[in-house]
Nanobody, 124 residues
Framework: QVHLVESGGGLVQAGGSLRVSCAAS????????MGWFRQAPGKEREFVAA????????SYIDSVKGRFTISRDNAKSTVYLQMNSLKPEDTAVYYC?????????????????WGQGTQVTVSS
């Protein structure tokens, strides 16, 4: 079983920056691909970004390209999402997820393990 814990959410003004982290523990599959998803009130959970097991491949939803950066530190079993130029529409609960594969994926059903989420609120 893999346990994922997100941290770093909070309240920030539009145009500001925030970094959320996801620490993995338990019987982790060696260097799994990791993803960040988000869910705003009344909306479906959507893909935001993903990174391969080695960190050499990434994928982003179009609306965050150029503003968000996903990275990982395999020595610390931690994945990060650096969010810059935040907009009110980025407000959501952000979830970390892990695959049982090293390959990047964007669909929710491709991820086996999920964290509890961290709230990110961007004020206008």
């Amino acid at each position: 079983q893999v346990h994922l814990v997100e941290s770093g959410g909070g309240l920030v003004q539009a145009g500001g920056s925030l970094r959320v982290s996801c620490a993995a523990s338990g019987r982790t599959f060696s260097r799994p691909a990791m993803g960040w998803f988000r869910q705003a009130p009344g909306k479906e959970r959507e893909f935001v970004a993903a990174i391969s097991g080695s960190g050499g491949s990434t994928s982003y939803i179009d609306s965050v390209k150029g503003r968000f950066t996903i990275s990982r530190d395999n020595a610390k079993s931690t994945v990060y999402l650096q969010m810059n130029s935040l907009k009110p529409e980025d407000t959501a609960v952000y979830y970390c997820a892990a695959r049982v594969s090293v390959v990047v994926a964007t669909a929710k059903h491709e991820y086996k393990y999920w964290g509890q989420g961290t709230q990110v609120t961007v004020s206008s």
